[in-house]
């Protein structure tokens, strides 16, 4: 491991991380709150320390890197984003009573899970909830994604980088050079932004409140400016749109890529995108059947409502527009699964995607059909194609890992004194990037009655779940760090 490159390209990457705090503070500076201060003293320590960090080690050069260095990066490189992008919370004007909570928050919003501590988000200052949404924005495509794209240096090791970062068994290649791939997602990404930014601002939205919605829906991460989320403006309007992004987001962004192109049904030729919208449809007529007239008495409060909270769970966003606490146990239980499923590969969505769900199920077929024909010739196939062995191995293992350290985070939680429905609940929240869960972390609810032991564990949980993983949990292997 060549820790004098890698520290040179953290170093370069915790200044880029500085530079970004400017936006929040010209938000600061217009509104003229009391987060500006904060900002500016976290932007000068995040820039000193990582320009120091490239000054003593950017001799180390490099013609290419190993997975095994594009791994370190990755990971040291989002918890180190984490803990510098603490920093405005620890030293703003708000209710973050300690660093872990600060941190706590940071890492919510890089790893688009939208968890919060915070009691009173209305009572926070402009400047720092929209840094708070703007983390979420960059963490949504990838930091690392980002900087490939934008910064020439990276190309060297660049798969590396983004096949460690970009949520999907086998990321997708748009074109033949890496930083132009990352280029187009991030302008795909930024263009549908732009987008749902002018269509919240048509139905009335201020333009802060549309930026930081925005900066929320698009990387699915749920942070709100308002302390009931989303059904605080009681909206049709804002519900539907929501919802679109919620969906457009949930999906592959290289099918968006493609469907800009003029490819029209690439949407419908794709397997995962079919299954994913056929869950979506199935789950929402379901959901909306079991809480009308139990919970809603006209239908359409039904459909509205119950459309809402399965996409907002499905994508991993985690917006709110109802208590569904309060909704029978079929639609809770059926809200708990869709955190383990998730959105599609590729999209900005958590949970364990759609994609290794399908394929996960036929291997399952597949091992029942050979019992009834053991001498059988099989492949597993999706969208007309073999799936290759090692793909079908990473599969197994990250499902196997998946639900074996939900268990594992689940009874440590509990056992650091939080009641069974809660530490389920809140495992499979963070695991799955979703935010709100059930019991103490409900929708109406938050992460502050978490004990401080219990919050280290689900910052671990996020970080786990937005790098899939192996990235992380690969670092506790001893081999790893042997030559």
Not at 70 to 78: D, M, Q, S
Not at 452 to 472: N, Q
Request: net charge positive; charged share 10%; aromatic share 14%.
């Amino acid at each position: 491991m060549r820790w004098r490159y890698l520290l040179n390209v953290i170093g370069i990457l915790i200044t880029f991380l500085g530079l970004t705090m400017i936006f929040p503070v010209f938000v600061g500076l217009y509104y003229k709150d009391q987060s500006v201060i904060p900002l500016l003293k976290s932007m000068g320590i995040t820039i000193i320390s990582g320009f120091l960090l490239h000054v003593c080690f950017k001799s180390a050069k490099a013609e290419s890197i190993s997975q095994r260095e594009g791994i370190a990066i990755v990971a040291i490189g989002w918890t180190v984003a984490g803990l510098f992008g603490a920093l405005p919370f620890y030293l703003g004007d708000n209710g973050f009573s300690s660093f872990v909570n600060a941190f706590f928050e940071s890492v919510s919003g890089f790893t688009t899970t939208g968890a919060s501590v915070l009691t009173n988000i209305e009572a926070v200052s402009k400047g720092l909830l929209f840094w708070r949404s703007l983390i979420q924005w960059l963490g949504g495509m990838g930091i690392i994604v980002l900087s490939i794209a934008i910064l020439p240096f990276l190309g060297v090791g660049g798969m590396q980088l983004y096949k460690a970062e970009v949520p999907s068994p086998v990321p997708d290649k748009l074109k033949p050079r890496i930083r132009d791939t990352a280029m187009i997602l991030w302008k795909v990404y930024a263009l549908m932004s732009v987008a749902e930014i002018i269509l919240l601002m048509i139905g009335g939205m201020n333009l802060y409140d549309a930026l930081c919605h925005t900066f929320a829906t698009m990387p699915t991460g749920g942070f709100s400016t308002k302390n009931a989320s989303i059904a605080h403006y009681d909206s049709v309007y804002f519900d539907i749109v929501i919802f679109f992004f919620m969906m457009l987001a949930g999906i592959n962004f290289s099918l968006h890529y493609q469907m800009l192109r003029g490819k029209t049904l690439v949407f419908w030729k794709d397997s995962e995108c079919r299954f994913f919208l056929g869950i979506v449809l199935l789950l929402i007529i379901v959901v909306s059947y079991n809480i009308y007239g139990s919970v809603y008495e006209k239908i359409g409060q039904a459909l509205r409502f119950g459309s809402f909270q399965v996409v907002s769970i499905l994508t991993t966003t985690g917006y709110v527009t109802a208590d569904y606490e309060q909704w029978p146990a079929m639609s809770k239980l059926i809200l708990l699964l869709c955190m383990f499923l998730g959105a599609s590969a590729g999209s900005t969505g958590g949970g364990m995607k759609c994609i290794r769900v399908i394929l996960y199920f036929k291997y399952c077929y597949n091992e029942l059909f050979l019992l009834i024909h053991p001498h059988a010739v099989t492949q597993i196939k999706i969208g007309g194609k073999a799936v290759p062995g090692d793909v079908m191995k990473s599969i197994l293992g990250f499902t196997g890992l998946y639900m074996g350290i939900f268990a594992f985070c689940s009874v440590m939680l509990a056992g650091a004194g939080v009641d069974f429905v809660t530490s389920f609940a809140a495992v499979a929240a963070t695991m799955g990037n979703i935010g709100p869960g059930f019991g103490l972390v409900g929708p109406v609810d938050n992460y502050a009655q978490i004990p401080y032991l219990g919050k280290w564990l689900l910052i671990w949980c996020m970080l786990l779940g937005r790098l899939e993983i192996y990235t992380v949990i690969i670092l506790l292997v001893p081999e790893f760090w042997r030559k």
